[in-house]
């Protein structure tokens, strides 16, 4: 079965459907103006990938392996694939520089296909960059090209079907290249859902969601991605991988975990079998409001430790909260907004009403005001929309990016403090620094951190100078480089300070194992 549409194409320039793209009102230029300036930095028009590199004996292989009319070289499909959507990507594409192009776009139907093309790129040492929605914020879709022929973009694009539902065991195998509402519409035809919602859900794809770890907005009812994984399929250059056999196994280490959160690097997943959910029959959501950060943050580790999680448990510290309730009325009618919290509950309309009543109790026992559905409801209308509104703010010389980690409840504080002072003292007088969290553990949560500042003449190098500051904070702290958005090539630099030596040995002798040629990603993942 697949999917009746699917998603638009994003601008190479731009996150998202060109046609939803945001124009900021004239009452938030206003604002705009007053904490950074205006200033109008428009995307450079025209620009054009390089030649490409590979000739035409090459890809006349490609060709016969999956059809002429799925090895694309056209400029157009090369510069959508080039690199992911983090603000360094786009500031390098909104500049011109679509220099990363792969050389071809190569579109495989099924697992043989895949297994295929990655022979005929070990045979003539072409790079393969598998691609699924593009979405990749951590500079996961930029093989180095040292050493190569040239790169390809392995394009799932046609791997979109929903191969098998067991209602009885509640799993349901999924290829990779189906995006978030596909999946979901797919298995809504069976009364299922993944329940898996991260902001990047209406473009980012399965395999993508696998090969990054990722984790959903709804991550405390329905759990992070990986742990939804039952079992997979992936190709690799020296042959085909097929894990799981059971629900749990003590036939020694779980070789699924090396393919999720491998980025591409070890192998392309080509199906997997995930555990599905009965679609919820009610669903609401509400807001709570907390004096501080770590008043909230407090209930919510209550909450999470006593079993009493909702499906949606997010919190945003004052600095967020202020700038995302400008209106006092909005947050209890007080000039002191104190932190928002959001609690969302999905299920029967008898365990909406059962859970709600008992978080209830938990969070005013614990200080927690209600407020209502309004903030509950604002936030689920605007939950993918923060991208869009990057794009508006970088059009007029605001720099904003994203960064994430995650640590035990012990060191949330400090963790919060060190690296909200390392991009303070980065970016200057005048950025803005602010952060939430909205996934939790028995033993810790995530800290996601968002940055507003003025565009400096050099913005690429203005980030990444923030991005090393807060990642040296982050590794000081004893947290991870990140939580969910992966490794990439932005965070490989730190990734050693998080698993050592002996950790980095291991990764590297798996890529030798599975890949020895190492066409596939090279440069992104293994230190």
């Not at 992070?224 to 690799?236: E, I, P």
Request: glycine letters at 12%; one cysteine or more.
């Amino acid at each position: 079965m697949t999917p009746e549409t699917h998603a638009a194409e994003m601008h190479p320039q731009r996150w998202g459907d060109p046609a939803a793209a945001t124009v900021l009102p004239d009452s938030a230029l206003g604002l705009v103006d007053l904490a950074f300036g205006l200033q109008e930095r428009p995307a450079v028009t025209g620009a054009t990938p390089p030649p490409v590199g590979l000739d035409d004996g090459l890809l006349d292989g490609l060709r016969a392996v999956v059809g002429p009319d799925h090895v694309l070289v056209d400029d157009a499909t090369r510069a959508v694939r080039t690199r992911g959507k983090s603000t360094p990507d786009l500031l390098r594409a909104r500049a011109g520089d679509l220099g990363d192009a792969p050389d071809a776009v190569v579109r495989p139907d099924g697992h043989g296909e895949v297994a295929a093309v990655l022979a005929w790129a070990a045979e003539h040492r072409v790079a393969v960059v598998p691609f699924g929605g593009g979405t990749c914020v951590t500079g996961g879709l930029v093989a180095r090209r040292d050493g190569f022929a040239g790169v390809v973009s392995l394009d799932l694009v046609r791997m979109k079907r929903l191969l098998a539902v067991d209602d009885v065991s509640m799993t349901a195998t999924l290829q990779p290249g189906l995006r978030g509402p596909e999946a979901e519409a797919l298995l809504a035809a069976h009364g299922l859902t993944l329940g898996h919602h991260p902001q990047s859900f209406e473009h980012a794809s399965i395999g993508g969601f696998a090969a990054t770890r990722s984790s959903g907005q709804s991550s405390a009812g329905y759990g992070r991605f990986d742990a939804m994984v039952v079992g997979l399929t992936a190709a690799t250059p020296t042959g085909s991988l097929d894990l799981g056999s059971s629900p749990a196994n003590a036939a020694g280490p779980d070789l699924r975990q090396l393919l999720l959160g491998s980025e591409g690097a070890f192998g392309v997943i080509t199906s997997v079998t995930v555990r599905v959910r009965r679609a919820p029959a009610a669903a609401t959501y509400e807001g709570w409001r907390w004096p501080s950060f770590d008043s909230g943050a407090d209930a919510m580790r209550a909450l999470a430790q006593s079993g009493l999680l909702p499906t949606v448990l997010r919190l945003s510290d004052e600095n967020e909260t202020a700038i995302n309730l400008a209106d006092p009325s909005s947050i209890g009618g007080t000039d002191d907004p104190g932190c928002l919290m959001i609690t969302g509950y999905e299920g029967t309309a008898e365990q909406v009403d059962a859970r709600r009543a008992a978080v209830t109790t938990v969070l005013e026992r614990l200080g927690g005001t209600p407020l209502g559905a309004g903030p509950g409801e604002r936030w689920v209308h605007g939950r993918y929309g923060a991208p869009y509104l990057r794009d508006a703010l970088l059009d007029h010389g605001v720099l904003v990016e994203t960064l994430e980690t995650a640590t035990f409840w012990s060191d949330r504080s400090r963790l919060h403090a060190d690296v909200r002072a390392a991009l303070q003292a980065s970016l200057g007088d005048g950025a803005l620094v602010l952060c939430h969290v909205s996934h939790v553990y028995e033993t810790g949560c995530s800290l996601y951190f968002t940055v507003a500042a003025r565009q400096g003449d050099d913005p690429l190098a203005q980030w990444q100078a923030a991005k090393a500051a807060a990642s040296d904070a982050i590794v000081a702290a004893g947290a991870t480089i990140t939580h969910h958005h992966a490794v990439g090539t932005d965070h490989k630099p730190w990734l050693a300070h998080e698993i050592g030596e002996v950790g980095v040995r291991l990764l590297r002798a798996v890529k030798a194992e599975l890949d020895p040629v190492g066409v596939l990603n090279p440069g992104v993942l293994i230190p």
